[in-house]
Each structure stands twice: as structure tokens, then as C-alpha cells.
């Protein structure tokens, strides 16, 4: 099968208002892995990290059952898989070999995403440590101005961050400030994380259509192109990052079902990563407003 016929989803018209799916493993069989999994949740889609947080020397691309997995995907009807970027890549960094190992990082990353024919990689924006966001911002554009060549065959979405530690990317206002300053801003996208948009002090759960509004006034929303959806162990406004599963945290099922439904959203990825083996109920939860 030649490289470029293979379609990485199942034909458009088919596609399902919801893609909704989770934070799944590539153990051992990569893609193959990946997808099984899904399939168990009764899922549509799926986030993978294509290398440990931990470091060390990736597994080659070439090794993730690629053709396999794009067939049973298309089998399936499973949509738009994600690759979520790994944690140890900061483009804020003022540590010139940081900066420099996260460059090299993404920049391969592209191209193992693009082998794979998937469509969005996901990344957090950076951490200042201590440098302040002002340094940070313009650091991360310069970053991503050195790796994209307008070529790219994929989206790079920014994720959206809690406030956390010296995270930059919390609010919308930063997420548009990075974008405004880099060059190809037709490969950026936006990653939305319920539990970080809550823990930031974004009342999603009351006043969602006014994120909505804000985030059209500030980003447009034609550049969300994924979402994370987990609930949070801390409260409103906590600047921690803490998920929780769904139902069990401070946003609770009925609002992250309102935003799993809610028409903004149709289409497009949502993922959950929330803690440890519920992913099949809380999806199913999630999907059927009659089980509680
Ligand atoms: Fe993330
Ligand atoms: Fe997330
Ligand atoms: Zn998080």
C-alpha cells in the first residue's frame, strides 16, 4: 500500500458529531495498542505520547504498526488521532540546551507524527522558571520559528495550562500573544483543557458560551482543534493541575457533559485524561445523559 493513498480516518461523512476518546498506551504493538484500547472503551478517537516523559532514546516510528493501525482505523471509524508532545520539551526555557534539546524534539516529532498521517500534535507552551512571561512568550514564538517551514502537514496545538508553577499559556490573551508573533500561524491550533481552563479561574461550568465568546474575541475559534476533558481535584480558580475523573472533581458530569455536546466542540478530538482504568464508564457516562 503506497504511503499516501492510506487515509488516517474513516471518510468524512461518516464522522460522528462527538469524537470523543482517551489518553491511551502504545505498548509494545504502538498503534495496534493504541486502537485495541479504544476499541475497549467504545471510544472514536485517541491520544497517544509517542516517547517516555521519562527521557531516553524513542522507539523508531517505523515500528508502530503504521499500515495496520490506519486500516483498522478506517475500520472502525476512529477519527483524528492526537499525539500529545512530550512533558520534557520546554521552548520557554532560558537554558540554552533546553530550549535547543525541546527544538530538536518537536522538530522530530513532526516528522514521526506526519509518518504516522495523524493530524495534531499537542503541546504545553512552556515554563518561565522565573523569568517571567514576558521573556517566555516571545522565547516559545522564536522557538516555533526556527522548527515550522509553513510545510508542515500537521496542526500545533497550544494547550491551555492551569497557571500552575511558571507555566505560560494559562490564559487566552497568552495563547494569542504566542501565536500572534509566529510566522506560519496557519499550522497553530489550540488545545482546550476543562480542568486547567476551571483551575485558572475560567467558570466553565457556569458561563461556558462567555469562555466560548472570549476565546472567538481573543484566539478564533476556528484554531480549536482539540480538547482535554477532565473534571479537577482542586477548586475554581486554584492555579493547580489536578485531574480528577469524570463527575468526581470540582467541575462535575453535567458540566463536562454540556461541553462534550455542546455544539462548538462537534468534531473536533476530545480527550480525557483523568487518573487510572475508568475511561470506559466515564465515557459512556459522558455520552448518555441518562445514566448518572
Ligand atoms: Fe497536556
Ligand atoms: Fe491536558
Ligand atoms: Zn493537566
Given at each position: 500500500?503506497?504511503?499516501?493513498?492510506?487515509?488516517?480516518?474513516?471518510?468524512?461523512?461518516?464522522?460522528?458529531?462527538?469524537?470523543?476518546?482517551?489518553?491511551?498506551?502504545?505498548?509494545?504493538?504502538?498503534?495496534?495498542?493504541?486502537?485495541?484500547?479504544?476499541?475497549?472503551?467504545?471510544?472514536?478517537?485517541?491520544?497517544?505520547?509517542?516517547?517516555?516523559?521519562?527521557?531516553?532514546?524513542?522507539?523508531?516510528?517505523?515500528?508502530?504498526?503504521?499500515?495496520?493501525?490506519?486500516?483498522?482505523?478506517?475500520?472502525?471509524?476512529?477519527?483524528?488521532?492526537?499525539?500529545?508532545?512530550?512533558?520534557?520539551?520546554?521552548?520557554?526555557?532560558?537554558?540554552?540546551?533546553?530550549?535547543?534539546?525541546?527544538?530538536?524534539?518537536?522538530?522530530?516529532?513532526?516528522?514521526?507524527?506526519?509518518?504516522?498521517?495523524?493530524?495534531?500534535?499537542?503541546?504545553?507552551?512552556?515554563?518561565?522558571?522565573?523569568?517571567?512571561?514576558?521573556?517566555?512568550?516571545?522565547?516559545?514564538?522564536?522557538?516555533?520559528?526556527?522548527?515550522?517551514?509553513?510545510?508542515e502537514k500537521i496542526t500545533l496545538c497550544l494547550e491551555t495550562m492551569a497557571g500552575d508553577g511558571s507555566k505560560v499559556g494559562?490564559?487566552?490573551?497568552?495563547?494569542?500573544?504566542?501565536?500572534?508573533?509566529?510566522?506560519?500561524?496557519?499550522?497553530?491550533?489550540?488545545?482546550?483543557?476543562?480542568?486547567?481552563?476551571?483551575s485558572f479561574g475560567y467558570d466553565i461550568v457556569n458561563h461556558f458560551d462567555e469562555f466560548l465568546e472570549k476565546f472567538d474575541?481573543?484566539?478564533?475559534?476556528?484554531?480549536?482543534?482539540?480538547?482535554?476533558?477532565?473534571?479537577?481535584?482542586?477548586?475554581?480558580?486554584?492555579?493547580?493541575?489536578?485531574?480528577?475523573?469524570?463527575?468526581?472533581?470540582?467541575?462535575?458530569?453535567?458540566?463536562?457533559?454540556?461541553?462534550?455536546?455542546?455544539?462548538?466542540?462537534?468534531?473536533?478530538?476530545?480527550?480525557?485524561?483523568?487518573?487510572?482504568?475508568?475511561?470506559?464508564?466515564?465515557?459512556?457516562?459522558?455520552?448518555?445523559?441518562?445514566?448518572?
Amino acid at each position: 500500500m503506497s504511503e499516501e493513498t492510506l487515509p488516517a480516518q474513516a471518510t468524512e461523512s461518516t464522522r460522528p458529531e462527538i469524537v470523543l476518546g482517551a489518553n491511551v498506551s502504545i505498548a509494545k504493538t504502538g498503534l495496534l495498542a493504541a486502537i485495541q484500547e479504544t476499541l475497549n472503551y467504545n471510544a472514536n478517537t485517541y491520544m497517544i505520547y509517542t516517547r517516555s516523559n521519562r527521557g531516553g532514546k524513542a522507539r523508531p516510528i517505523s515500528e508502530f504498526h503504521r499500515e495496520e493501525g490506519l486500516v483498522l482505523m478506517h475500520e472502525h471509524g476512529i477519527f483524528d488521532p492526537v499525539v500529545h508532545l512530550s512533558y520534557l520539551v520546554n521552548l520557554a526555557s532560558p537554558k540554552q540546551d533546553t530550549w535547543e534539546y525541546g527544538i530538536s524534539i518537536l522538530s522530530e516529532e513532526i516528522q514521526r507524527v506526519e509518518y504516522l498521517g495523524f493530524q495534531t500534535i499537542v503541546f504545553h507552551p512552556g515554563s518561565h522558571v522565573g523569568q517571567g512571561e514576558d521573556y517566555a512568550i516571545p522565547r516559545i514564538a522564536e522557538a516555533l520559528n526556527g522548527i515550522l517551514s509553513g510545510e508542515e502537514k500537521i496542526t500545533l496545538c497550544l494547550e491551555t495550562m492551569a497557571g500552575d508553577g511558571s507555566k505560560v499559556g494559562n490564559s487566552l490573551e497568552q495563547i494569542a500573544d504566542i501565536i500572534a508573533r509566529v510566522e506560519h500561524q496557519e499550522k497553530l491550533g489550540v488545545c482546550m483543557d476543562t480542568c486547567h481552563n476551571y483551575s485558572f479561574g475560567y467558570d466553565i461550568v457556569n458561563h461556558f458560551d462567555e469562555f466560548l465568546e472570549k476565546f472567538d474575541q481573543t484566539i478564533g475559534l476556528d484554531r480549536l482543534k482539540c480538547a482535554h476533558i477532565n473534571d479537577s481535584k482542586t477548586p475554581f480558580g486554584s492555579h493547580r493541575d489536578r485531574h480528577a475523573n469524570i463527575g468526581e472533581g470540582s467541575i462535575g458530569l453535567e458540566a463536562l457533559r454540556h461541553i462534550v455536546h455542546h455544539p462548538v466542540l462537534r468534531g473536533i478530538p476530545q480527550i480525557l485524561e483523568t487518573p487510572g482504568g475508568k475511561y470506559k464508564s466515564e465515557i459512556s457516562l459522558l455520552l448518555n445523559p441518562e445514566l448518572q
